[in-house]
């Protein structure tokens, strides 16, 4: 069974920054997509950003100008760097990875992420 393993996440103060990281636990061949979700206490599961094994990425408009994604295909590793944090970005985040060969994705544990005020 693969896992995705989180780190990263913490407290931190508004205007601050936290890098998550992502990696699975055995490596999987032909990673499509790997990306953060967050889910705030009371709401759903937002996609925050991903990257497709070409480098592309895809980030939200909320969190534009201030996150950025990466990723290492070597290593199977995802990066959200995430700068100028605010209130409203606390939640729990949740890395995923999509193999489409196997029409599967895969979930991590999620990482809590809080900023405050």
């Known amino acids: 069974q693969v896992q995705l393993v989180e780190s990263g996440g913490g407290l931190v103060q508004a205007g601050g920054s936290l890098r998550l990281s992502c990696t699975p636990s055995r490596i999987l061949l032909s990673i499509d997509v790997m990306g953060w979700y967050r889910q705030a206490p009371g709401k759903q599961r937002e996609l925050v950003a991903e990257?497709?094994?070409?480098?592309?990425?895809n980030i939200v408009d909320s969190v534009k100008g201030r996150f950025t994604i990466s990723r290492d295909n070597a290593k199977n590793t995802a990066i959200l760097l995430m700068n100028n944090l605010k209130p409203e970005d606390t939640a729990v985040y949740y890395c995923?990875?999509?193999?489409?060969?196997?029409?599967?994705?895969?979930w991590g544990q999620g990482t809590q992420v809080t900023v405050s005020s």
């Open positions: 990257v497709t094994s070409g480098g592309r990425t």
């Open positions: 995923a990875a999509t193999v489409r060969l196997l029409a599967t994705t895969y």
